[in-house]
């Protein structure tokens, strides 16, 4: 019933060239990307220090003991140098309410009002005029 069949291969048995030629001449099927924007969590500074990074690459470190990110990098020769960076939230402040308008701290009273009103009364009022022709005080009356 499980007899060998022409052409197909159980593991374990050994493969001869032709099976050899047949499985490497199969089309590679595209491995997925990996998504890059993974973060990498390590636990305090001596974590960041020991992380290994390939040459000529930089790497974000995310603290998880503290508000604190590495950027580790390495330089083409291998030499590793590490930047920390603190992070905070950043909040939107609130918008203060509206108060109710004051009244104004400039105004006058009624008693300066009055005296200003009587001021320009005085300024605005006009003098008799006296008639074009006065009588004279020796001249008669008639």
């Not at 001449?25 to 390590?42: H, Y």
């Not at 500074?45 to 290994?52: C, D």
């Not at 992070?87 to 402040?93: A, F, L």
């Amino acid at each position: 019933m499980y007899g060998y069949q022409p052409g197909y291969y159980m593991p374990g048995q050994p493969m001869g060239q032709l099976e050899q030629l047949r499985t490497n001449q199969q089309p590679m099927m595209p491995q997925p990307a990996r998504p890059q924007n993974q973060m990498i969590w390590v636990q305090g500074e001596s974590g960041a220090k020991s992380y290994m990074v390939a040459a000529g690459n930089s790497v974000p470190l995310w603290d998880s003991e503290r508000q604190t990110i590495y950027i580790k990098s390495c330089d083409a020769s291998g030499m590793p140098s590490m930047r920390v960076l603190d992070y905070v939230e950043r909040t939107v402040p609130q918008p203060k309410p509206v108060a109710a308008a004051a009244p104004a701290v400039d105004y006058v009273t009624r008693e300066e009002f009055n005296a200003l009103s009587a001021r320009i009364d005085a300024m605005n009022a006009k003098p008799a005029k006296a008639s074009k022709k006065e009588a004279a005080p020796d001249e008669p009356a008639v």
